[in-house]
């Protein structure tokens, strides 16, 4: 699959382009998740650009738009739109990932995997508001679960993947234990009139 989305609006092309860009310097993961981060704030840092068919909420679950997969599956970038008080299951992403809060805000709990299999909550709940960007990876810290901090409205936040996130073989981690496997895919984008 190749190539971005031809909606693409300059903010989101630009960013785009220079993520590209630093990928073709083949840099480390600390170097990505570093210079990834900055390019990712600058993305955020303005709330006009995303279309409104990526940016629409579902009454039943959080939905996955894409936005760009790199035609070398190097990356991709999707919006994670959360309906009010909506949640993820406790989950991997076995690749690196940036996540930039555009609209609203989120809480993300990291978990930890303990030597039975068990996953369990590890510190703190980190919340995202506009501008501000977390990244996850199997190095520092790989396993979460993200909610909506609002229960009344709809968050949006820009996530950075190392492959082609939506076909990528990852784990949720049920509370009775053991894990199971999923393949995210992504939301068809629904025409707006
Ligand atoms: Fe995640």
Request: glycine share 8%.
């Amino acid at each position: 699959m190749t190539s971005t989305a031809h909606h693409a609006t300059p903010p989101l092309r630009d960013f785009v382009d220079a993520f590209g860009r630093l990928l073709d310097t083949q840099p480390d993961e600390p170097r990505i998740l570093d210079e990834g981060a900055a390019l990712l704030r600058t993305l955020v840092a303005r709330d006009d650009w995303l279309p409104d068919a990526f940016a629409q909420p579902d009454p039943d679950r959080y939905q996955q738009f894409l936005l760009h997969v790199d035609a070398d599956a190097r990356f991709s970038v999707v919006s994670f739109v959360w309906g009010p008080g909506q949640a993820t299951p406790v989950h991997n992403h076995t690749v690196w990932g940036l996540i930039g809060m555009l609209r609203g805000s989120e809480f993300s709990q990291p978990w930890r995997l303990q030597d039975d299999g068990r996953a369990v909550p590890d510190g703190e709940a980190l919340r995202l508001d506009p501008g501000q960007v977390e990244a996850v990876s199997p190095r520092i810290g790989d396993v979460h679960r993200v909610h909506n901090a609002y229960t009344d409205r709809v968050s949006i936040s820009i996530h950075v993947y190392g492959a082609d996130i939506g076909t990528v073989r990852r784990h949720t981690y049920p509370a009775e234990g053991g894990r199971k496997s999923f393949i995210s895919g992504y939301t068809a984008p629904r025409t707006l009139p």
